[in-house]
């Protein structure tokens, strides 16, 4: 029979007092480290007024941010490549590569001065900037200039809000996969929206390409003054919850992992966590995902023209093979949190991604080329939060996460620059040398999953028999998520 205890708890008044009076991040260290007992249903009631609140409008955000990013190659097909010279040389990959050079190395920055000034505070200037840049960039009058915004788009975009401080660790990959989906969904039909504000060209004496930019800018602005207004802070800087509720959220990650409130980040912990070959190896493998993201976003319109379809359908064309890696990235995301076990399912990820490129590689049929593209984004959407998930569950510490956060997505930046340089013009309409790299780059991913699963297993082993000095990250009882 089950305990009638078991589902029903209360907060003692002791509890909710302690919050109140002392918001102090101290203070509600203590109070998420005390007995705190809740009522399950409250618990549930909790998460789900966090998910709403936060889900969709970082989503919301990303996907803007992943638009202003890729939609170069929209612009490129409906007619930048003529009026700016782009197809000279190798001015259109300069200008999609140097994006990521600073977006890369602002990283870190931008990840230690999101705690500094807030998230609130942070993402609404850096999304109002680079909204700014975008609808500039409809301006340009030369390829030069392009570059330029191209850079300050890049440095902007620097900083991202981690969702995994928020939640326990093996709940993070559904919450991961919807961000991720949405926003990469609204990606994929950016090619769409795209198109529909080619048709104003001339309007206004402004031509078709520069109307995208100005008007997915102007968006982006709207969205950054709006996200002022409903983005919280981190769980212990939060105002929409109530002290029960922010008592909850930092008991139950204190519960899980032992780091509910943030730790000092001093250069010698930053070093210190640089150490770790383990979060190099979640970076390399984030660029590894990257890398057919951004070859897929920046180039597949126009490969599908060098393959003969019109300027028109290959824009139209772009936005399907998205639609379908909704499923399989909410499927792989459900079980990998079911089963709390990640390697595996990025493993059976990649190896749909490598069916894909290899279709897409070497097909004689232009239709099946196309089919590849299918299977590549079946495989590659749920690999990106998949591995997002594997690093975030392995690390703990806040600032550990921070150094984890900003060196992963920096190395996925690099994905950017090599899909950037790989895809060359003289190798259309088939760009195997591309391809082919983003075909390695699976198998490298394929082969640092293995190697990090054998070591985190092996580090499980000697903690369950007690044979380590230290217990793992610094927290008793911890293991590793394989």
Known sequence: MANPHA???????????????????????????????????????????????ILPL?????????????????????GMA????????ARYSIAT????????????????????????????????????????????????????????????????????????????QKRLAIFYLISVTMGGLSPLLAYALSLLDGKQGIRGWAWIFIIEGAITIALGIISWLFIPDFPDQNKFLTPEQTALI?????????????????????????????????????MCSTLPAYAQAYFISIILQGLGWS????????APPYLPSVVTALFFAWISDRTKHRGSFIVIQGLICI??????????????????????????????????AYSSNNVVSHSKRSVQSALTVSLGGVGGIIASTVFRAKDSPHYLPGLGVTLGAQGLLILLVGITNIHFRRLNKLSRENKLKQPLEGQPGFLYTL
């Not at 003529?82 to 040389?89: I, T, W």
């Not at 299918?374 to 495989?379: K, M, R, S, W």
Request: charged share 20%; hydrophobic share 45%; aromatic share 12%.
């Open 7 to 53: 589902e029903t708890r209360s907060y003692s008044d002791s509890d909710t007092k302690a919050v109140s009076k002392d918001p102090s991040i101290e203070s509600v260290k203590l109070e998420a480290a005390d007995n705190l007992e809740y009522d399950a249903a409250f618990e549930r009631k909790t998460m789900r007024f966090v998910d709403w609140r």
């Open 58 to 78: 970082l989503a919301l955000l990303y996907s803007f941010a992943l638009i202003d990013r890729i939609n170069l190659g929209a612009a490129y097909t409906a």
């Open 82 to 89: 003529k009026d700016l010279g782009l197809k000279h040389g």
């Open 97 to 172: 590569c140097l994006y990521f050079v600073p977006y890369i190395l602002l990283q870190l920055p931008g990840n230690l001065v999101l705690r500094k000034f807030g998230v609130r505070n942070w993402l609404t200037f850096i999304v109002v900037g680079w909204g700014a840049v975008q609808l500039a960039m409809g301006f340009v009058p030369t390829w030069g200039y392009l570059t330029l915004t191209r850079i300050l788009l890049g440095a902007l975009e620097a900083s991202n809000a981690n969702l995994a401080f928020r939640y326990k660790r093996h709940e993070v």
């Open 250 to 286: 930092l008991k139950r990650i204190e519960e899980d992992r032992g780091d509910s409130i943030p730790d000092t980040i001093t250069r010698q912990k930053v070093f210190k966590h640089l150490s770790d070959w383990t979060l190099w190896a979640y970076g390399i493998m984030f």
């Open 311 to 318: 300027k028109t359908n290959a824009l139209l064309l772009s």
């Open 355 to 388: 069916v894909g490129l290899s279709l897409t590689a070497f097909a004689a049929s232009g239709n099946v080329r196309y089919f590849g593209i299918f299977l590549l984004n079946a495989g590659n959407s749920g690999t990106i939060p998949g591995i997002l």
